[in-house]
């Protein structure tokens, strides 16, 4: 089953702790992450690794020096030699969500802004269009987020960016039913809107945890 887990780049122990998790990383991690001009960026790079690395030990038992990243030909990175561990990062505002579980997986946070419906009409289906439109005014910015956060959760499932069509599939919500077409394959989807102004969607091939848990950091 997929668990995942939410982390504040602005809590206290990440800002004190900074210095110490970046050791925890590869050298050339560390070179990208010292690349952002902003903290902001350095702390969800940086966390967004750290806590997907602590849930590999803890879950696997894997000792962080045998841990080694490496990304398929359009980013999506993966566990070095462990082809039964599966994991995805997402980071939106101060949040960093990681995913892990035992099959391909995709996670996306974005923060509820506005419905965008020029991007809409651009991007999603038809009928997902038709539906967003017809939301009552005051549900669509939310309604958009979710639709959005579903579709790059399929995306970052699958792997393969955005060389898969936006508008090649698409997704219904009624009554917090999720229903992807077309459907052939299968697929869980499960949105999460506990954490205030953002929507956190998540896309398995396994089924999904109906927890978002607090991802606490250790030394
Ligand atoms: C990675 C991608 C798939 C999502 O990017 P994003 O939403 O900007 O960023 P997120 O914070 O959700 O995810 C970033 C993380 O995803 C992972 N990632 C990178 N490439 C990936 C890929 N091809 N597939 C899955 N995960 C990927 C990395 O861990 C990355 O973390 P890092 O930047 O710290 O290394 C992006 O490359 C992309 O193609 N976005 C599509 C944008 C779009 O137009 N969406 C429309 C939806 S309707």
């Keep these: 089953m997929v668990e995942l887990y939410s982390f504040n780049i602005n809590s206290d122990l990440a800002k004190e702790q900074y210095n110490y998790y970046k050791k925890l990383v590869s050298a050339d991690k560390l070179l990208q992450i010292e690349r952002f001009r902003f903290e902001e960026d350095r702390r969800r790079s940086l966390y967004g690794e750290i806590m997907v690395r602590r849930l590999i030990r803890d879950k696997f038992g894997i000792d962080n020096s045998l841990i080694v990243f490496k990304s398929n030909e359009y980013g999506k990175p993966y566990l070095n030699g462990y082809p039964q561990i599966h994991f995805n990062i ?3 505002g101060t949040w960093v969500i990681a995913g892990i579980g035992c099959h391909e997986l995709g996670v996306d946070i974005e923060q509820i802004g506005e419905n965008n ?6 991007f999603f289906t ?13 549900d669509r910015a939310e309604y958009f987020c979710e639709l959005w956060t579903l579709k790059e959760s399929y995306i970052k499932c699958i792997g393969k960016g955005l060389s898969i069509p936006l508008n090649s599939f698409g997704f219904e919500i009624e009554k917090n039913e999720i229903s992807f077409f077309p459907s052939n394959h299968n697929y869980y989807f499960k949105i999460h809107d506990s954490l205030s102004g953002y929507k956190v969607a998540v896309c398995s091939e396994e089924e999904i945890d109906n927890r978002l848990q607090d991802f606490s950091l250790d030394l």
Excluded: G, Q, T, V
């Design 90 to 92: 997402s980071h939106s």
């Design 117 to 122: 419906e020029d991007i809409a009409k651009r």
């Design 126 to 138: 038809e009928k997902e269009y038709y539906n967003l439109c017809n939301k009552c005014e005051k």
